[in-house]
């Protein structure tokens, strides 16, 4: 369902993220990378 909205390589990084949450010294890093990028949510 998320490839409609972000790319494999950024579903990889949340993903890889989630799993290391507890090592994660900045939240922001995560929620940077759950933004959809711009040119992908305007197809829509």
């Not at 949340?14 to 990028?37: A, M, N, Q, R």
């Amino acid at each position: 369902m998320a490839g409609k909205f972000i790319g494999e390589k950024q579903m990889r990084q949340i993903i890889d993220t989630v799993y290391t949450l507890e090592k994660l010294d900045d939240i922001g890093k995560l929620v940077k990378l759950l933004i959809i990028p711009r040119q992908i949510s305007q197809k829509s």
